[in-house]
């Protein structure tokens, strides 16, 4: 397995949107076991292959304290959404930024696990807010750019000055 690079926004690859993955091979089962990888090392509760330059449909998520409940979504789908709640969010493409976003409460998912065995899933609360979250994503979509035009200029400002500080 091995880490792999995340990107950091504004990247414009993380605006590119992923394509459907066509066959769930070997490549795809070990590109799932190095996102699940970085993921964990970074450390983060989800991950969308855009966020490591691979643009397929592909997300990892795993909301355990044990990191041992690890789940796959390979070609996700919200086939319905209902409520709404605010959550604090924050993203390993925009590190140290958390800020409130407005998403559905609850969702009714569909995809492929790492298997190629279709699923559905009901996901509430943190789950849901959380595979909303690595779908935009794949949409090309980050978090942040569900704010306000001066809170996203803050913040790459403030991410360029923290990537400043690193060098």
Known sequence: MALLPILHYPD?????????VGDINDRIRQLVRDMAETMYAAPGIGLAATQVDVHEQVIVIDLSETRDRLQVFINPVILERRGEAEFEEGCLSVPGIYETV???????????????????????????????????????????????????????AKLKKNQRRAL
């Open 102 to 156: 407005t998403r559905a409460n609850w969702i009714r998912a569909e995809a492929f696990d790492a298997q190629g065995q279709r699923f559905t899933l009901e996901a509430d609360g943190l789950l849901a807010v959380c595979i909303q979250h690595e779908m935009d994503h794949l949409q090309g979509r980050v978090f942040v750019e569900y704010l306000s035009r001066l809170k996203q200029s803050r913040i790459v």
């Open 12 to 20: 414009e690859r993380l605006h590119r949107v992923a394509a459907p």
